[in-house]
């Protein structure tokens, strides 16, 4: 047997939108996302993820100003396809963007975009993101439909959801852990084959984290929450550097035994 291909470097994406949460609770500047950002970047994360939502409800037009003029980490901004997101990614030009489906009323990004059903309306969205020259992911379901879809729509990256395997993990159903990470992934495997490059994100915790780190085909996580309200208790440089070790872990299992699978 010839030598396996190594498996490329898994990415950590720091999701700060909840330090920005925390700091809107009071009106004021305090804590800083933008230190955030800085100190998460110093402790090892490969990029910051800030979702800038329709009703502003964390991050702000001058936190993506300033993650793009002050920190020095590729800022990947996460977006709903409107009208409004599109001018300001376009001007802004992050080097990564992210659509992302959103509705007001969610307390967050609950099940991935219907890539199927909404073509039109993404299409428009993707050439402009595209054409400005920020590399785009598309935020999903670990559904062959929606993979399909995305890979139809020539977008170089998706992000796969998640937020149901997770839930399932932590709250020990075990039946439907099985099958939501059995859709992950075989989804991640599928979407590679299509020359997607793969990343995953939401709800991950030290456990899942390390766990998802083993399928090869994903090279990108992001994470919030979890890594947020962690510093609470153990600083951020401290809870960035322990997911990145989970990370590392998943991955060296990934190295042991599955790296030729990787064509
Ligand atoms: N990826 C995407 C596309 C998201 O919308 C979110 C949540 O904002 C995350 C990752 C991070 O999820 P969490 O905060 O649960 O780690």
């Not at 001007?91 to 659509?99: G, N, R, S, V, Y």
């Not at 995305?150 to 099958?179: F, M, N």
């Amino acid at each position: 047997m010839g030598k396996a291909t190594p498996i490329p470097k898994i990415r950590l994406g720091i999701n700060i939108d909840h330090v920005a949460t925390l700091r809107n609770a009071r009106g004021d500047a305090l804590p800083d996302p933008i230190r955030a950002a800085q100190l998460a970047a110093e402790a090892g994360a490969d990029n910051i993820t800030a979702h800038l939502r329709e009703d502003r409800r964390h991050i702000r037009d001058h936190d993506i100003a300033r993650l793009l003029s002050e920190v020095d980490c590729p800022l990947n901004m996460e977006m709903a396809a409107t009208k409004e997101m599109t001018e300001i990614a376009t001007k802004a030009i992050p080097p990564a963007t992210c659509l992302v489906p959103e509705r007001r009323e969610e307390v967050t990004t609950e099940g991935g975009l219907d890539v199927v059903g909404q073509r039109d309306v993404l299409a428009p969205v993707v050439a402009a993101l595209s054409g400005a020259g920020t590399k785009i992911s598309l935020f999903i379901d670990a559904d062959p439909s929606q993979i399909e879809a995305a890979a139809g729509l020539s977008v170089p990256a998706i992000e796969i959801h998640t937020g149901a395997w997770c839930h399932a993990a932590d709250e020990g159903r075990q039946d439907k852990a099985e099958t939501e990470w059995n859709a992950i992934v075989e989804g991640a495997a599928y979407a590679h084959s299509l020359g997607l490059e793969v990343h995953a994100g939401h709800g991950l915790n030290y456990v899942t984290a390390e766990k998802i780190s083993s399928i090869p085909e994903i090279v990108e996580l992001n994470i919030g929450h979890f890594v947020v309200g962690e510093a609470v208790f153990v600083g951020l440089g401290e809870s960035v550097r322990r997911i990145r070790a989970a990370m590392d872990r998943g991955r060296a299992l990934a190295d042991a035994g599955r790296g030729d699978r990787i064509a």
